[in-house]
């Protein structure tokens, strides 16, 4: 694994904090920390007596205090996605409500991130038979499930309706029948980030492993291991919401370059971010300009449009210089589309990247019932809280 650094430079739902991450620290604290787990779970504004103000979210005036929401706490509010301009009544709230928050089993602590979909349920013309936010409409669906130890912060595996799926790494050899063999599967970032301004990047090995419906993983380890580039950049953005905060922001590449400088011959990256405010706040695809989505066979360029068009993302984060040497990115003034140009420094070789999907989940829905206690880890297989 190569790790190298260089200095540069968030209506229904659900949240809770880690009882297993260790005491929650004043809520003061948490606003100014600089630790990844921070960034990985939604605050609740509290009270002098640390209890949670039901009517008050993140950014409200009347939240002068906040921490991580702990294991089993009432969530308060939802971070909804954007409608396109336009779209009908029942589309209104979006049509995902995320939750970031930890769930605890047998003692053991993970951090989930819930998708909920539904539709505004109080609209006349919803249909009765569409999902309901707030509740967990079985076979509909998913999300992923993340931790951070000492080291880095990492998603573990992700569940939908069709399949459980997970990142095995080399460390199952050493602990093949727990949760350790998915440590370090999609790093996101190094457990103490850098200041702000600042990013770095590394290569992780890691194998994904598709399951139908729930399955247990097979016994055994893989033989051989990807190698995907993560890059992560600490810094400012602002979200479709208008509202601008500190925030991680981390690339997974589909490949690296054989020195582990770069992407090399990646054709896809994911981009997430994060904040202390809300957890993972963003999530973006890009494609390379010569990439076809293999099931529609319609290219990134068009897809971007696409996208655009629907005016569900504002514009995405500016790399003003890039922690790896041998990559430079730049964003592109076409009209219609998000995209950016991505040059190897040291072949001079440069691709037109588009953005081809996206979700900002800064759509804030306080709960009309003043919040409720998620049943989100029933749907999650124990396989990532075993020790």
């Given at each position: 694994?190569?790790?190298?650094?260089?200095?540069?430079?968030?209506?229904?739902?659900?949240?809770?904090?880690?009882?297993?991450?260790?005491?929650?620290?004043?809520?003061?604290?948490?606003?100014?920390?600089?630790?990844?787990?921070?960034?990985?779970?939604?605050?609740?504004?509290?009270?002098?007596?640390?209890?949670?103000?039901?009517?008050?979210?993140?950014?409200?005036?009347?939240?002068?205090?906040?921490?991580?929401?702990?294991?089993?706490?009432?969530?308060?509010?939802?971070?909804?996605?954007?409608?396109?301009?336009?779209?009908?009544?029942?589309?209104?709230?979006?049509?995902?409500?995320?939750?970031?928050?930890?769930?605890?089993?047998?003692?053991?602590?993970?951090?989930?991130?819930?998708?909920?979909?539904?539709?505004?349920?109080?609209?006349?013309d919803a249909d009765p038979d569409a999902p309901s936010f707030g509740k967990l409409d079985a076979g509909r669906e998913g999300g992923s499930v993340q931790w951070a130890d000492d080291r880095y912060g990492?998603?573990?595996?992700?569940?939908?309706?069709?399949?459980?799926?997970?990142?095995?790494?080399?460390?199952?050899?050493?602990?093949?029948?727990?949760?350790?063999?998915?440590?370090?599967?999609?790093?996101?970032?190094?457990?103490?980030?850098?200041?702000?301004?600042?990013?770095?990047?590394?290569?992780?090995?890691?194998?994904?492993?598709?399951?139908?419906?729930?399955?247990?993983?097979?016994?055994?380890?893989?033989?051989?291991?990807?190698?995907p580039f993560t890059l992560w950049m600490h810094d400012g953005f602002t979200y479709k919401s208008g509202h601008a905060m500190d925030s991680l922001i981390s690339l997974r590449f589909s490949s690296s370059?054989?020195?582990?400088?770069?992407?090399?011959?990646?054709?896809?990256?994911?981009?997430?971010?994060?904040?202390?405010?809300?957890?993972?706040?963003?999530?973006?695809?890009?494609?390379?300009?010569?990439?076809?989505?293999?099931?529609?066979?319609?290219?990134?360029?068009?897809?971007?449009?696409?996208?655009?068009?629907?005016?569900?993302?504002?514009?995405?984060?500016?790399?003003?210089?890039?922690?790896?040497?041998?990559?430079?990115?730049?964003?592109?003034?076409?009209?219609?589309?998000?995209?950016?140009?991505?040059?190897?420094?040291?072949?001079?070789?440069?691709?037109?990247?588009?953005?081809?999907?996206?979700?900002?989940?800064?759509?804030?829905?306080?709960?009309?019932?003043?919040?409720?206690?998620?049943?989100?880890g029933q749907a999650i297989s124990d396989i990532f809280w075993a020790e």
């Amino acid at each position: 694994m190569q790790i190298r650094h260089l200095a540069r430079h968030l209506l229904p739902a659900l949240v809770a904090t880690a009882a297993g991450l260790a005491a929650a620290p004043p809520a003061q604290a948490q606003m100014t920390s600089n630790k990844l787990s921070d960034f990985m779970i939604m605050d609740v504004c509290v009270d002098q007596h640390d209890r949670v103000l039901a009517d008050q979210v993140p950014g409200d005036p009347g939240c002068s205090r906040r921490r991580n929401i702990r294991a089993g706490e009432a969530i308060p509010y939802h971070l909804h996605n954007y409608p396109s301009p336009g779209s009908p009544c029942p589309q209104r709230l979006g049509t995902v409500s995320k939750d970031n928050i930890p769930v605890t089993k047998d003692g053991v602590t993970r951090i989930i991130s819930f998708y909920d979909r539904g539709v505004d349920h109080s609209c006349p013309d919803a249909d009765p038979d569409a999902p309901s936010f707030g509740k967990l409409d079985a076979g509909r669906e998913g999300g992923s499930v993340q931790w951070a130890d000492d080291r880095y912060g990492y998603i573990m595996g992700s569940w939908s309706p069709v399949a459980l799926s997970y990142w095995l790494t080399p460390s199952c050899e050493a602990t093949p029948d727990t949760s350790g063999r998915f440590r370090y599967g999609w790093v996101i970032a190094p457990a103490t980030l850098p200041p702000e301004g600042s990013g770095g990047f590394a290569v992780f090995q890691s194998k994904l492993v598709n399951t139908k419906g729930g399955a247990e993983p097979a016994a055994g380890c893989p033989k051989r291991y990807n190698k995907p580039f993560t890059l992560w950049m600490h810094d400012g953005f602002t979200y479709k919401s208008g509202h601008a905060m500190d925030s991680l922001i981390s690339l997974r590449f589909s490949s690296s370059s054989r020195d582990g400088d770069g992407p090399g011959p990646a054709t896809q990256v994911e981009i997430t971010y994060w904040t202390k405010e809300f957890g993972l706040t963003r999530w973006e695809k890009w494609a390379r300009g010569d990439w076809v989505h293999p099931r529609s066979l319609v290219a990134a360029d068009k897809l971007g449009r696409t996208l655009f068009s629907r005016d569900t993302c504002s514009r995405p984060y500016a790399f003003h210089a890039s922690p790896a040497p041998g990559l430079t990115i730049s964003d592109t003034e076409a009209k219609g589309d998000y995209s950016r140009v991505l040059t190897d420094t040291r072949t001079g070789e440069a691709q037109t990247w588009h953005m081809s999907l996206c979700s900002d989940y800064t759509n804030l829905v306080k709960d009309a019932q003043g919040g409720l206690i998620p049943s989100w880890g029933q749907a999650i297989s124990d396989i990532f809280w075993a020790e």
